[in-house]
């Protein structure tokens, strides 16, 4: 149970971010010093958390080594390999954050997130690439599900298309691509490793991706002592904090399947905020799609942990 509720509050975390970015852009901030100061808050946050956590060993190992017994290796060493396939793992972190939060400028918060989670068959299909496996009927009945409930969530049967930023639609759509990669690689990458030593590193490749795309002027021209540190501050423990952190403890022991039903908490978290924050308008039809969405999301698991169930019943039974 622990580990769906850290996957499910991971999840839910990140949908706190759009609203935050639209606030930070209101303060004159630009991507680059949002994406920037969320990433370095994060940063520090993940290592001071990995530095407590190797104080603590030392601390088990040296009592039990007082008291004559047998060492706890609490950690394994990481090589530099393993240090790079990480860093390497966290770089989809950071193209999903700067492609999320520029798509922000040109399309409502509500409908950002909605492309967002299109996560979900994009997901399927990179692993039916990766695996040379043809998804199965039920996986094209869920995306005929997922793009049906988008049309309604994102008003396009309402207001149609014309409304819509074609630059905003695309960023939006690119952050579900790096989205599905990330959830791919968390769960993948250097499992043996505690995880607060593997969200450490994969911060750090995101970090260090985002300040060569734009260098961190905000650290020397004073700006982040004003509001951008508060800005970065929420963003940094919301978005890359607390979800790597709770997607490296969960997502291995749940599997992606349920990482991508207990991920859909993001959703509603981030359409009631656009709703009652920034007072973005959603219909009722919208709130249909929104949970058209999820039941998407949710119907391939769900099929399956019943066809498992009605195995073992069967197997029992015999």
Known sequence: MKYI??????????????????????????LGEVVGSQLLTGFVLAWGLSFVMKWREKRSKGATAAGHKKPHTGSVSLTWKQ?????????????????YYQSLRYIPASLAIILLFQFTWIGVL??????????????????AILFGGTMLAAGIIEQGTGKFNLTGVV??????????????????????????????WMITGGLVLVFILFPPTFLFNGQIWGDLMLYGFLLGMFGAFIPP??????????????????????????????????????????WIG??????GIALPELIKRRKIGLRNETSMSA
């Open 245 to 286: 952190v709770l997607f490296a403890v969960g997502v291995p022991h749940i599997g992606e399947g349920m990482a991508g039903i207990l991920g859909a908490s993001e959703l509603p978290v981030a359409v009631l905020l656009s709703s009652f924050v920034l007072n973005e308008h959603v219909s009722a039809l919208q």
């Open 290 to 295: 929104v949970i058209i969405v999820l039941i």
């Open 126 to 143: 990179i692993q039916s690439f990766s695996q040379r496996k043809r998804p199965n009927g039920i996986m094209f009945f869920t995306i």
């Open 5 to 30: 509720l850290s996957v499910f509050l991971g999840a839910a975390s990140y949908g706190i971010l759009s609203t935050i970015v639209v606030l930070a852009y209101g303060s004159g901030y630009d």
């Open 171 to 200: 960023l939006g759509l690119l952050s579900a691509v790096s989205y599905s990669l990330f959830i791919l690689f968390s769960g993948k990458a250097v499992p043996s490793v505690h995880p607060a030593y593997r969200s450490a």
């Open 83 to 99: 240090r790079l396939m990480l860093m390497a793992a966290g770089a989809p972190t950071a193209i999903t954050g700067l492609m």
